[in-house]
């Protein structure tokens, strides 16, 4: 477990998509509103690191937001080689070294 307490990893969830011209992109200051192709009710994905980990729902309780991880991303093909970095397709050795099945 002492190797995974210096492991860095952004995460990154995402509520909803939208498209929009770099003009308009570029025309916004502060406070300014983009509208999302999402509700409150919608699912949102988890990402570590840009690749999909987890979905959830969007939780408000008071004046704080968190994220409930309602559904894990497993990936098809399991990488069991020794000596594999993270970063290399070895993800689910993280999940081995942290007793995750």
Do not use: C, F, W, Y
């Amino acid at each position: 477990m002492a190797v995974l307490e210096d492991l860095k990893v952004d995460l990154t969830v995402v509520l909803g998509r939208t498209r929009m011209p770099i003009h308009m992109l570029l025309r916004m200051g502060r406070g300014a509103v983009i509208e999302l192709d999402a509700t409150d009710s919608d699912m949102v994905e988890i990402l570590a690191n840009d690749h999909p980990i987890a979905r959830g729902q969007i939780v408000v309780t008071g004046n704080r937001i968190s994220v409930e991880v309602t559904e894990l991303i497993r990936k098809t093909e399991v990488v069991r080689e020794p000596g594999v970095r993270v970063g290399d397709g070895a993800a689910a050795s993280l999940g081995a070294l942290a007793g995750i099945a």
